[in-house]
């Protein structure tokens, strides 16, 4: 992995030495830190501003109720459609309930992460590594030798899609549990394709069958201790997600540190927290998607506030395309009836994904804007 350019070497070697101990942010918890490294202090202009909805202002996602969705109704059909269209279409972001995956998953997959990541250091070790070539990773800020600053969150990704790990690769606190998990989220993710294939007009199984958006499925379990100094840190800076589409589980445990930035008539927009909604799980449109829909749905910027509150629990499923197929895996704008033009260039995956870095996450798809 790159170093950031300019990094001194006091601050190499300091992140070094904290990424040798393989424990994370939640080892410098379990040391008793009441302090944080330099290297976690974002710069000012880069924290967040407390978020305050105004008289008459107040925000919330759209909550969209999946109930009916697979009845013969057509008009309940057709009123799902149109939910989802709207939500996609103004916001990129929506919360679902009676989505079909059971609570006991959700709760499970929550409490596994909490399990994994307070375990000792010793058993959580194994599984520490920047190796993209296996498909179980645990450990702390993917980019923690590019960003120009850290984030207090430590994460375990499990390539889940097309081909699950073996089960000796996942930790055992996860083994058997994310399969589960992984596998009703994926059904849902074909429900949520086929209404979004429907509100552009398309047959229902367009996004998943010619799209290929449901091919792969990254899933990163993110783990937020309780941050001893949260105004000088963030647990996800500003971002939009390269993915197709992205379901997120969060718990209730520091609600409203996920961010949505609101786009108004008028100005740069403002930030609304998505507060936790029993039962509800929380999807997002991602740039892929923003791109093949032609600007029809919305991949926004987001972040994650860090809090005093903690340990927060969430797990982010990314339908999107990885590994060694992300090179030849094409993203185009759909040709619409109507002719509208295209208004990106086609673009490979990778090259998503390399912009996405070099652009830390920042308006990725200006870049292939015609």
Not at 3 to 24: C, E, H, I, K, Y
Not at 200 to 225: F, K, Q
Request: charged share 20%.
């Amino acid at each position: 992995m790159s170093v950031a350019p300019m990094m001194s070497s006091s601050r190499l070697r300091d992140l070094q030495a904290f990424d040798d101990t393989n424990a994370g942010v939640k080892g410098l918890v379990d040391a008793g830190v009441t302090t944080l490294p330099s290297f976690f202090h974002h710069p000012p202009q880069n924290l967040p501003k407390p978020v305050h909805d105004s008289p008459g202002r107040s925000f919330t996602i759209p909550v969209i109720d999946l109930a009916g969705v697979t009845t013969a109704d057509p008009a309940r059909r057709a009123e799902l459609v149109g939910e989802v269209l709207a939500a996609a279409n103004k916001f990129g972001f929506f919360q679902v309930l009676n989505h079909g995956v059971p609570e006991a998953a959700m709760s499970g997959m929550l409490a596994a992460v909490r399990r994994f990541n307070e375990e000792p250091v010793e058993v959580k070790r194994a599984y520490y590594t920047r190796d993209h070539g296996r498909s179980v990773r645990y450990h702390c800020n993917q980019d923690l030798f590019r960003a120009s600053a850290a984030k207090w969150r430590d994460t375990v990704y499990l390539e889940m899609a097309p081909t699950e790990p073996c089960p000796e690769e996942i930790p055992a606190a996860l083994r058997g549990v994310a399969a589960e998990y992984t596998q009703q989220v994926r059904r849902l993710g074909r429900t949520l394709l086929e209404l979004l294939s429907e509100a552009l007009g398309l047959r229902s199984g367009y996004l998943e069958e010619e799209a290929g958006c449901l091919d792969w499925i990254l899933v990163a379990a993110h783990y937020y201790p309780a941050c001893p100094e949260p105004q000088l840190t963030m647990g996800a800076t500003t971002h939009s997600d390269y993915s197709f589409l992205t379901v997120l589980l969060q718990d209730a445990v520091g609600s409203g540190a996920l961010q949505v930035l609101v786009q108004e008539e008028e100005g740069e927009g403002r930030w609304a927290a998505v507060h936790a909604v029993p039962g509800a799980l929380v999807v997002n449109i991602g740039d892929f998607l923003q791109l093949i829909s032609n600007d029809r749905f919305k991949s926004v910027q987001h972040r994650v506030v860090s809090k005093k509150e903690g340990p927060r629990a969430s797990v982010a499923c990314f339908f999107q395309t990885y590994g060694a197929a992300a090179a030849t895996k094409v993203c185009a704008p759909i040709v619409f009836p109507d002719g509208t033009p295209p208004v990106y260039k086609s673009a490979t995956v990778e090259e998503l994904v390399v912009t996405f870095w070099a652009k830390n996450g920042h308006a990725t798809l200006d870049h292939f804007r015609l």
